[in-house]
């Protein structure tokens, strides 16, 4: 009858409905996983950071002469700057590295990307806790992130709507019957209607959608942990070091030239700057004494204890080491620093001469091979490429998706420098003083063959895609 072909019409409108919700809602994920695997190896996480590319923050406005450009521009650069566009000439001359052209993009994919970066160049992040990016003369309200709970409450509203729709269909039908003289159905409940054929078919059919798309979706991003930044038992900080104090990344993790790993510092390795330096930037005392307990070392002397030394014996020592730094504040108040030293000292117990138990955060499936040196020292990859601005981070986090689909962009962008020394540009390996042969790439078979193209001009480098970078066999043995 009419009447239930408006039923079934009616209930695979409202269940459309309301799994469209769900999907509306993940634009600005879906465009932060677009650009994680397209533009983070050139562009800065940040957006308003420079990096090999321009920041992205504000892209919109300054396209806004151009209607429609931006999207030419982000699937083909090249061709739009050979139209004549000024925009794209200026963003042409901004660099010697050519954009990877991204002709499948479409529309809707591009609108998530821009959505993202301006989300996140607002804002600083795009879901809770979110810190406001805040300026002298601005006031930024903070982002209201949708919540996929909204979602699920839209469903079950929608759900009964289908179900008292389902009702009064069915009264109608018994009316009908009743005038035509015919033999009237029975009354349905609610889940009678719920547990319609049609309606549990479209249910059905619903799950199994949704759930292969969270099922593949949550598959691919197994094991990523983009934005992981745990609690460490010391809380060292990258900025004071790396960024205040301009320590090489390579001082420290020095594996990362010379070996798979760039290999995680042992407490000996902080013990060569702080036998001399006894006093934290922030927190004073509090996690030298972490290190020294580690490691062994006696600071009163910059000699290491004996190692068949009692805990009670290296505690009276660090006590005694606690009461010379803060000689001063001890005379002015005896009894609140004996009791932060008391602190101190409990909170190293256990630990004497025992390694620091790091939180691992990048970590690769065991089925990838990654091997630093071979980016570090041969292709001269710069650790914040991968790691983003180290020398700005507080507390080290995951900054690259360090995803499959990442790496390969990477590689069909990144050019081999087949050349050592200093480069002129910001991506050019072949220019300015680099005219020392770069002795890891000299054996390579097609060396003298781009080289010599190079030379000629005949191509303005080579990428690492075109010396086997795109190899199965090089990532998965």
Partial sequence: ???????????????????????????????????????????????????????????????KKYPGAIYEWIRNSKALAASGNPRAKVMIDWDDSEMTAFENLEDAQIDDILAYIQVKGEFGCISPP??????????????????????????VLLLLSVAFLGRYINSLTR?????????????????????????????????????????????????RQQGYEPTQPINFSHKIHAGDNGIDCQYCHDGARKSKHSVIPASNTCINCHANIQNGSKDGTKELIKVYAASGFNPLNNTYLPEDMSDEDRAATYRKWLKSVWKKEWIENEKSINRLIDEQIASVAGTYNKPIE?????????????????????????CETCHGEVAEMDVLKQHAPLSM??????????????????????????????????????????????????????????????????ECQKCHY
């Avoid at 903070?142 to 979602?151: H, I, M």
């Avoid at 970590?363 to 990859?381: E, I, M, R, S």
């Fill in 175 to 223: 009316l009908s019957q009743q005038n035509a003289g015919q033999v009237v159905s029975p009354e349905k409940s609610i889940f009678g209607v719920l547990l319609n054929p049609s309606v549990v078919k479209l249910l059905i059919f619903s799950l199994v959608i949704f759930g292969g798309y969270t099922t593949v979706n949550n598959a691919i991003g197994f094991g």
């Fill in 405 to 470: 689909g990442w790496c390969v962009n990477c590689h069909r962008q990144t050019e081999v420098q087949f050349k050592d020394g200093l480069v002129e540009g910001k991506n050019s390996p072949y220019a300015g003083d680099a005219n020392t042969a770069n002795k890891y790439y000299t054996d390579y078979n097609y060396y003298e063959k781009y080289h010599n193209e190079i030379k000629e001009g005949k191509r303005k480098g080579v990428t690492v895609e075109e010396i086997g970078g795109l």
């Fill in 358 to 382: 790091w939180v691992r955060i990048h970590n690769l499936p065991d089925h990838v091979y990654f091997n630093h040196a071979q980016h570090v020292t041969v292709g001269k990859v710069k």
């Fill in 130 to 155: 979110c810190e406001t990016v805040a300026t002298e003369n601005t006031n930024t309200a903070e982002a209201e992130p949708t919540s996929p709970v909204l979602g699920y409450v839209l469903f």
């Fill in 1 to 63: 009858m009419i009447y239930k072909k408006l039923f079934n019409f009616c209930a695979i409108i409202l269940i459309i409905a309301s799994t469209s919700s769900w999907v509306l809602a993940t634009d600005v994920q879906n465009g932060k996983s677009l650009f994680m695997d397209k533009c983070a190896s050139c562009h800065n996480n940040s957006m308003v950071s420079d990096m090999t590319g321009p920041a992205l923050y504000g892209a919109q406005d300054r396209w």
